[in-house]
């Protein structure tokens, strides 16, 4: 394969994002594909449930949140095209059953965030107007604003911005609605329609291709998108609590809902509550976990009986403590907490799979596991995964006896599966994105790290003889692991062009028990660099590698590991590349979206701020950064790029002109997520190894102007 197929097939395929199910057995996965003109995704569902996945919905916009109900229809959010041709502006709530018309529900000024069916309950999350007590006054003052043309927003807490969106003006707001008011209008209205028989559904079969089938012939049809009228489904604001909305989850018997909310306390801007709603009695929101300075919980999931939750609690990372993640049993009648698996060393993210059993997914040594045990166990058992296979599991939902979940792997695309929680037998389900066949050998590599501790690698070897020159990526994070598929760092196209990728999971890495986080949270720019260095010598001592031609890159996270890679080990790397990444750790911490940030740095700043090092950075460096990342603020880039071109050792050219190089993207945040400009930050990355690593005079990205 060509790097251009290579790039090309990953950029073009179509991508798995998520499942949904209900206890029926119906399986509907949401995935994006490329629009007919081929500039960027969008996102749709399909019925997996059968031998071959069916799209079941249709449009040029994409599908937002959805639900499925135990009766079999699917609720979501989308924009259609009016009467008058033109596209709203807030997507609409619509619902489509097994078998008719999807037909429209609700609008909503701003669109819908969340949404969740239980039983004959209907609860959303949206944005409202911060004086609207119900829809028609959030109505109202959301359309005086846009015809005023007003667009500032103020603020009382912290943050103000998120990963890549601006925070408010409307107030995330939970909302319920019954869905008993619609169901005889609806039973009426969507029978499907025997003159429609000629209209066509697009099929997906198991290896990509596709096919089209008449209606009569599916189960399903899509919704129509200029005919539907709105049913008119009615919400009730929920009272929630003081402080941001962060996440809630909804009993089987939809009776409550428990919700997570930040707010700020002394010492801590952003500090978190859990308290109990009801969806009915219209009674006061009960607290049930206060608020701390030093950590935090975060809400999992509600046991089927009603009785209890799963929650973790998270331990603040501090100058004094490490960030810890231990899942813990609420009592909803007490309000007290206690551990769940106490001699389990992993970070869980669990589900119930009955009233005292429980299923999670965890990273473990590379790649990830399931684990299933009774919830007073001591620890729990592995179904699948670990050590001596490939896949890493995420999204698991419980359907009888089995879960479903997404799989994937370095060189796996993401694929449906299911679980037989009995055998942990697992069986691949219709998947409606592409199989992707990766370049060259994925292979391991080990080395002890300065203290004694083990430490692994995945390496990717192109196909042929070499040796290869070695390109190393730093994985973000920090706490983090390269054990699964990424379309933004995948070594495939590197592969491609005949470079070995090496992916090390270093000091701070997940899947290897608390004690690897410990070893490097309170020194970013020590264990987790000399680990990598380790392991990068391991690799060059392959006689399939060769040892003088390799180069560093990483992104957010690894983005600071390529910062301070470069000020640290004179020309051992020919260069570097660091996209979205942190330079001065001081002014990071004070305009980032997070708040802990500067507490935990404060200390380490002074030691471990790569930017303290700009003048030892003798190599060549592409900066790549976009200007909506608010995670890592593009100051960091603009200060990197200042600090290199007046600070750095690296020699001009010939020409006289700087060798470093900063690729910036106006519209792109933390990752770079446009069809098009993700194609230039490969082209561009490419080039800029070839000629640094490979002498290669290779020309800029035709599209770059």
């Known amino acids: 394969m060509t790097i251009n197929d290579a790039v090309t097939t990953l950029l073009d395929a179509r991508r798995l994002q998520g499942l949904l ?7 509907i996965a949401q995935y994006s594909f490329l629009n007919a003109e081929g500039n960027s995704y969008l996102s749709h569902l399909a019925d997996i449930s059968g031998e071959r996945p069916r799209r079941i919905t249709r449009g040029d916009q994409s599908i937002g949140p959805a639900a499925v109900s135990d009766s079999g229809t699917v609720y979501f959010a989308a924009k259609r095209t009016g009467e008058d041709g033109k596209d709203a502006e807030s997507p609409s709530l619509w619902a489509l059953p097994e078998t008719g018309e999807a037909r429209k529900l609700a609008d909503h000024d701003g669109g819908f965030s969340r949404i969740e069916v239980k039983g004959h309950s209907m609860i959303v999350q949206f944005p409202v107007h911060s004086w609207a007590a119900n829809e028609d006054e959030h109505q109202e003052y959301s359309q005086e604003r846009r015809k005023s043309k007003v667009s500032g927003i103020l603020h009382a807490g912290f943050p103000i911005r998120h990963w890549d969106h601006d925070l408010g ?68 604001y929920l009272p929630l609590p003081p402080g941001r909305l962060v ?145 890493a599991f995420a999204g698991l939902q419980v359907q009888g006896i089995t879960v479903v979940a997404t799989a994937s792997a370095i060189d796996v695309a993401p694929l449906p599966i299911a679980i037989d929680l009995i055998s942990g037998q697992i069986s691949e389900l219709a998947n409606p994105a592409n199989v992707i066949d990766g370049a060259g050998t994925l292979t391991e590599v080990a080395a002890v ?16 003889e070499g040796p290869f020159p070695l390109v190393v990526f730093a994985h973000g994070g920090p706490w983090g692991s390269w054990n699964s598929w990424t379309y933004r760092w995948n070594p495939g196209p590197f592969a491609a062009a005949g470079y070995a990728v090496l992916l090390p999971d270093p000091a701070i890495s997940t899947g290897y028990g608390q004690s690897m986080i410990d070893r490097g949270q309170q020194e970013l720019g020590g264990a987790p660099f000399t680990d990598i260095l380790a392991l990068t010598d391991a690799a060059i001592e392959r006689p399939d ?28 790397f020919r260069c570097i590349i660091t996209h979205a990444s942190l330079w001065n750790t001081t002014s990071m911490g004070r305009t980032t979206d997070n708040a802990s940030w500067d507490v935990a740095m404060r200390k380490q700043s002074g030691t471990y701020s790569p930017h303290l090092f700009a003048d030892r950075i003798e190599v060549p460096m592409l900066v790549i950064h976009g200007d909506k990342d608010y995670r890592v603020p593009i100051g960091q880039g603009q200060e990197l790029w200042y600090d290199l071109l007046s600070r750095s050792k690296t020699p001009l050219d010939a020409e006289g002109q700087t060798q470093h190089r900063f690729l910036y993207f106006p519209d792109e945040g933390h990752w770079v997520a446009g069809r098009g400009n993700a194609e230039v930050w490969y082209r561009t990355v490419l080039a800029f190894l070839d000629r640094h690593v490979l002498d290669i005079d290779a020309q800029r990205v035709r599209t770059l102007g």
């Open 449 to 464: 790290g300065d203290d004694g501790t083990e430490v692994r690698a995945w390496l990717a070897v192109p196909d042929g």
């Open 169 to 236: 003006p409307g107030q995330e707001t939970l909302a319920v609605a019954d869905l008993t008011e619609i169901t005889d209008e609806f039973d009426d209205d969507l029978t499907p329609d025997a003159t429609r028989g000629a209209a066509e559904s697009e099929t997906t079969t198991s290896d990509g291709a596709t096919s089209t089938t008449p209606a009569a012939e599916a189960t399903s049809c899509s919704e129509d998108s200029t005919t539907a009228a709105s049913i008119g489904l009615t919400f009730r």
């Open 545 to 572: 590698i060769d040892a003088e031609r390799t180069a560093l890159a990483g992104g957010s996270y690894g983005g600071y590991m390529a910062n301070w890679v470069a000020g640290h080990t004179s020309e051992r």
């Open 247 to 391: 996440d809630w989850a909804v009993d089987e018997e939809a009776q409550f809902v428990l919700v997570q909310v930040e707010k700020p306390i002394s010492g801590q801007l952003e500090a978190s509550e859990i308290w109990q709603l009801d969806l009915h009695k219209h009674s006061a929101p009960r607290l049930l976990v206060e608020a701390a300075a030093d950590h935090g919980f975060g809400v999992e999931a509600i046991s089927p009986d009603g009785t209890h939750a799963l929650v973790t609690r998270e331990q603040f990372w501090t100058s004094k403590t490490n960030l810890s993640a231990t899942l813990m049993l609420l009592n909803l009648d007490t309000g007290s907490v206690e551990p769940v698996w106490p001699e389990a060393d992993h970070w869980f993210e669990p589900v119930w799979a009955d009233d005292s059993t429980i299923v999670a997914t965890a990273d473990d040594h590379g790649r990830g596991s399931v684990f299933i045990g009774d919830v007073n166990d001591e620890q729990p058992r592995r179904l699948v995964g670990g050590p001596g296979q490939k896949y």
């Open 21 to 27: 199910t209900n206890q029926s057995g119906r399986v």
